[in-house]
């Protein structure tokens, strides 16, 4: 049982290059998120999914896409980098979203120069 | 706003005291849950309280909720240094967690 899995976990982008960070679970949870932690602060939710075909906006959602089209994989895209992006990115998945206990990756650590 | 407010920023305690943080929020909550991150990995669940409980225990934490004054806090008693780590709240009443900036502890040996 892998948990939620992460890649990759580190990536240099140049300013205006796109990628995509993956994000997977084994543990059929419906609901899933992309945050992102810059140094010294805390988590901002970017989008979260309650469901395969389900997407919704968070707190920061600009220059961010995502798209769900199964249970397992949340992939977060970055259409066209910038060093504002520059963070640690965190997916996380739950059975019941903030009602009940999140399980995070281990993180994709991001730098866009 | 859903997010929560961690007081104090930072902590400093030896081996062996208490430590005490403390959250705030700003609406009604179905519940709120406490996690932990060690030095840049992802965050850890620690303990969920639901709004009509007052006090759970996990072990060495203690979490209580006081929803008349919309806080809570979070105990860890004879704290050890691998409790050095980053502690975040979430109060919650939708499919969202939203996360404060946390409350950064260190345990000195």
């Known amino acids: 049982n892998a948990g939620v899995t992460q890649t990759p976990k580190f990536q240099v982008l140049k300013t205006g290059q796109s990628m995509t960070l993956q994000c997977a679970q084994d543990?059929?949870?419906?609901?899933m998120s992309w945050y992102r932690q810059d140094p010294g602060m805390g988590l901002r939710l970017i989008h979260y999914?309650?469901?395969?075909?389900?997407?919704d906006q968070g707190e920061v959602p600009n220059g961010y896409n995502v798209s769900r089209s199964t249970t397992e994989d949340f992939p977060l895209r970055l259409l066209s980098a910038a060093p504002s992006q520059t963070s640690v990115y965190f997916c996380?998945?739950?059975?019941?979203?903030?009602?009940?206990?999140?399980?995070f990756g281990q993180g994709t650590r991001l730098t866009v120069v | 706003s859903q997010q929560g407010e961690e007081d104090p920023q930072a902590l400093s305690i030896q081996e062996g005291e208490n430590a005490t943080m403390n959250c705030s929020y700003k609406?009604?909550?179905?519940?709120l849950q406490w996690y932990r991150q060690n030095s840049g990995r992802g965050l850890v669940h620690l303990i969920l309280?639901?709004?009509?409980?007052r006090e759970k225990h996990s072990g060495r934490l203690r979490v209580t909720l006081d929803t008349s004054k919309k806080s809570s806090s979070l105990l860890i008693t004879a704290s050890r240094a691998a409790d050095t780590a980053s502690y975040f709240c979430?109060?919650?009443?939708?499919?969202?967690?939203?996360f404060g900036t946390g409350t950064r502890l260190q345990v000195f040996p």
């Open positions: 996380a998945s739950s059975y019941s979203g903030g009602f009940g206990e999140a399980f």
């Open positions: 999914s309650v469901g395969a075909g389900i997407t």
């Open positions: 543990m059929n949870h419906e609901y």
């Open positions: 609406t009604s909550i179905n519940n």
């Open positions: 309280i639901r709004s009509n409980e």
């Open positions: 979430a109060p919650s009443n939708t499919d969202k967690l939203i």
